[in-house]
């Protein structure tokens, strides 16, 4: 997959952070001043839709055996065979990954048509652990420290701290991602503190397409 070309003066800014930092609230925040989002979690269900290409080779290579009475992918049921089996879940991804990024390719064309001068977020939860930075033209990762994530997973979901502590240990932790970072949002305070920030950033930003060659 090749990266997604820079058309006219838009920027493609790459969304993500780490379970329970508040990427969402930011995600509203930055969308609110102007800048349309595409959700990768959205179009990861969408191509793997009943009858789409992606849909077919799945169950074309793992059986009907991961469908539901409707004829949807039935996800726990698939996830579990992938966890297990790192060969089938490279091939799942093979399935998903490009028809993923071509439905993205065609929503940024779609948006920059309109707006050449476009903002436009890339909501991707696992950007960095897919090695997705080629696709954006900069990043940012909304931040929380870990002691804070767990406190909100307790809270949120209404599991124990060890269970939120194994939570995160499965995913990459989020100090790590802090390296890919060209911007953080700094999500541990208040919402007022937070919409300051993203206010900041939106200055930034456009600041920055205002000086960057077209």
């Given at each position: ?212 060659p077209s």
């Open positions: 997959m090749e990266p997604i070309q820079k058309k006219d003066n838009s920027l493609l800014l790459g969304v993500t952070g780490g379970i329970a930092t508040g990427k969402t609230t930011v995600v509203r925040m930055l969308e609110e001043l102007g800048a349309p989002v595409i959700d990768f979690d959205l179009l990861a269900r969408e191509v793997v839709e009943p009858g789409k290409p992606a849909w077919k080779d799945i169950v074309t290579y793992f059986g009907e055996r991961i469908l539901r009475k409707d004829g949807s992918l039935d996800r726990e049921k698939l996830s579990a065979i992938v966890f297990q089996d790192a060969e089938k879940r490279k091939k799942l991804e093979s399935f998903t990954h490009p028809r993923i990024y071509e439905a993205s390719v065609k929503r940024v064309n779609k948006i920059v048509e309109k707006d050449p001068d476009a903002i436009v977020q890339l909501d991707i939860p696992l950007l960095i652990e897919q090695h997705l930075e080629y696709m954006v033209h900069k990043i940012l990762v909304v931040y929380v420290p870990q002691d804070k994530q767990v406190e909100r997973l307790v809270e949120r979901d209404g599991i124990s701290r060890e269970g939120a502590a194994d939570r995160l240990r499965a995913q990459l932790p989020i100090d790590e991602k802090l390296s890919k970072a060209d911007f953080v949002i700094f999500n541990d305070k208040s919402l007022e503190e937070t919409r300051r920030q993203v206010e900041g950033l939106w200055r930034t930003l456009k600041d920055l397409q205002r000086t960057s």
